[in-house]
């Protein structure tokens, strides 16, 4: 891989779901207009007639890309176009004919980087996405065939070998592995199916409920897969089964070698042209092509540049996916094969798990093959948007310039810069950054995309990669790193002028907003995919680690309402029952055996609390009866003499 100096790309992926409709990216600019009633339809009308108008003229654009270059126009205050002021008939016709001539011009850099622009963040997302939109493409091309096996009825004979080839023709079609048309292919595949699910079984299957017999037809088609899979493994089928590491194991590193020669020629058109570029401050009629051109083309060449380096990290991402996955399968095959080893039967508990953790490997390897193949259409289909920079300034025409010039790398001017550092002493109210005292340094989101700034503001625009060992300035939560030490001096100065100026220079060449990253100071020209994931990729550096929080348990009350229910079918339920129950009648009636559980009440009167008094107490005792029996446990006699007393006293004697 292609090792530079050049600036940051770790924050340029973005992650894309659907791109934001033209109406929505134009609308905020004509609120401030008119009414919203108003402004709708004034931006569906002036979309639509400039992309007649190209069509009149022979070129078919795109509503994002008019959209993208109305905006583009709009902030350009060459055409004062002036949003405090009602927008006029006169206003629209020049903004329409403005429009149309940008999007005609066949010669304009810019024009080509913006198409990049929007064709790259139409056409790219993120992994997990790629992935759900193939899975669902699949599923929608599968749906008919799945609807046909779980709505049959088949009773026949011949209705369910019928139904019983179909199941196999879906298991084919859906794991990927042989086409459903090639006898020996499907001969295998229907030998597999029937070890797991034989044709007895059908009466079986058609009884489920449709979620059982699709949730049955995957597993089947798992099963299946991971059967053929381990035969192939085996030496004894897998006819159809390409070699997919072995593919993928030649297809990657020619990709990422292919990707990594355009790098290479795209890097070397940067040098050259911003040695140019930097000639021109000296000889301003260098060639006769306007200067604006170089900085167009210069643009053109970084964006191509960014996006190389986006789509070539998902290239190497891939490639330790591979090798991981490849690791999963040898392994998983050594289990398998340990298991089924000198056996002549083994229980299915044992092995379908094996067989589905097979095909759910081959399945990820599958995955890494489409997304190898839409990185690489996506790299080759960036070129055509390389075109007009080379007919403006062929190599035939620039190489006698660049033989007067020495022609920097990326990685030279850092090593140029390397040990020139601010002074923290020259500086009391700004905060600056360096890599030995700061935490996740690296992962800083850099402002311009990790240019820097005082060239871009005081060079008409000239982008040269800043130097992180200088130092990195902290301005408003915001990080900015320079190309010099002078450099980094000037800016913090007067940061908010240095500021000002680039973003009237992004308001000249639209084609900056994304690719220096201002999409918040330009917030109705924010793509979506940015738009979505630029919080999520705001790293904060870790100076102090000293913090303390505290957080509600319940932050919101619970409100759970006992009669709710999300079944329809429940509710029409309801609803039946409480209409029947307008015809109804209530009658009651008592019989001999409920009548005694009526509920009785009586009232009495509660008794009186009476007391009597006596003239005198008197009181008595007895005496305690005391006898005692002796001779109970027999003596040295056979017989038993007991003998009674009586101790009681007299009760003379109490």
């Given amino acids: ?31 401030f207009w008119m009414s919203r009633v108003q402004a709708e339809s004034v931006i569906k009308n002036i979309i639509r007639e400039i992309g007649q108008e190209c069509s009149s003229k022979g070129h078919t654009v795109s509503e994002t890309l008019v959209a993208f270059v109305v905006k583009a126009v709009v902030l350009d205050p060459r055409n004062e176009f002036n949003v405090e002021r009602t927008l006029t008939k006169s206003d629209v016709q020049k903004l329409i004919k403005l429009c149309v001539d940008r999007l005609l011009d066949v010669k304009s850099p810019s024009l080509d980087t913006i198409k990049m622009q929007v064709y790259f963040d139409m056409n790219y997302t993120s992994r997990d996405e790629f992935l759900h939109e193939h899975h669902r493409v699949l599923e929608s091309r599968l749906a008919p065939v799945s609807r046909e096996i779980t709505d049959s009825r088949s009773r026949t004979r011949e209705e369910l070998e019928s139904l019983y080839r179909k199941i196999v023709s879906y298991v084919l079609l859906s794991s990927g592995l042989g086409s459903p048309t090639d006898i020996s292919i499907v001969r295998e595949a229907t030998a597999a199916l029937q070890s797991v699910f034989p044709q ?48 993928l194991n030649e297809a ?64 190497i991402y891939c490639a330790k996916q591979v090798e991981m996955l490849e690791n999963q399968l040898a392994s998983q095959m050594e289990q398998l094969r340990t298991t089924v080893r000198a056996k002549t039967a083994v229980p299915t508990a044992l092995v379908y798990p094996h067989f589905i953790a097979l095909s759910n490997i081959w399945t ?48 030279q001017r850092l090593q140029e810069t390397l040990g020139q550092r601010v002074n923290i002493a020259d500086f009391k109210k700004q905060d600056w ?3 030995e005292t700061t935490a996740n340094f690296d992962k800083l989101p850099l402002q311009y995309r990790g240019f820097c700034g005082f060239t ?9 990669p800043g130097n992180p060992d200088i130092g990195i300035l902290k301005h408003k939560e915001k990080y900015y790193i320079f190309s010099s030490r002078e450099a980094a001096y000037a800016f913090a100065q007067q940061p908010e002028e240095y500021l000002l100026t680039i973003a009237e220079k992004a308001k000249q060449h639209a084609e900056l907003i994304q690719l220096l990253e201002l999409h918040q100071q330009f917030a109705a020209v924010t793509p979506y995919s940015q738009a979505k994931t630029n919080e999520a990729l705001m790293i904060k550096p870790i100076t102090k680690c000293d913090s303390s929080t505290q957080t509600d348990t319940h932050l919101v009350e619970s409100n759970i309402v006992k009669s709710y229910e999300w079944n329809e079918w429940e509710l029409r339920r309801k609803a039946i029952k409480l209409a029947n129950l307008r015809q109804k009648a209530t009658h009651s009636m008592q019989t001999n055996l409920s009548h005694m559980r009526r509920d009785n009440t009586s009232q009495v009167y509660l008794p009186k609390q009476v007391g009597t008094q006596t003239k005198r107490d008197s009181a008595s005792n007895v005496p305690k009866p005391q006898i005692y029996l002796a001779g109970l446990r027999g003596g040295m006699s056979k017989t038993t003499h007991m003998v009674k007393i009586n101790l009681t006293r007299d009760v003379d004697e109490s």
């Fill in 1 to 31: 891989m292609c090792q530079g100096g050049g600036p940051s790309h770790s924050d340029s992926r973005s992650s894309v779901t659907e791109s934001e409709s033209p109406f929505r990216m134009v609308f905020r600019f004509f609120y």
């Fill in 200 to 247: 007895a079984e059908l009466g079986t299957f058609l009884s489920l409920n449709k979620k059982d017999k699709e949730r049955q037809l995957n597993e089947l088609t798992m099963i299946v897969t991971g059967i053929r899979l381990f035969n192939k493994d085996g030496g004894k089928g897998g006819e159809g089964i390409d070699d997919l590491p072995a593919i």
């Fill in 252 to 315: 990657i590193p020619a990709t990422s070698k292919h990707i990594e020669a355009e790098l290479q020629q795209c890097q070397q058109l940067i040098y050259s042209y911003t040695a140019l570029i930097e000639q021109l401050e000296e000889k301003h009629h260098l060639t006769k092509v306007p200067e604006t051109m170089w900085f167009e083309a210069l643009y053109n060449v970084r964006q191509h540049e960014v996006f190389l380096h986006v789509i070539l990290s998902d290239v």
């Fill in 364 to 411: 990820g390897l599958q995955n890494e093959m489409v997304l190898l193949s839409v990185l690489s259409n996506l790299a080759t289909n960036l070129l055509p948007f390389l075109g007009t920079h080379a007919e403006l300034f062929p190599a035939e025409a620039m190489q006698p310039l660049l033989d007067q010039l020495n022609v920097k790398t990326d990685e």
């Fill in 433 to 435: 950054l360096f890599p």
């Fill in 456 to 464: 871009i503001a005081k060079k008409h625009g000239l982008l040269l």
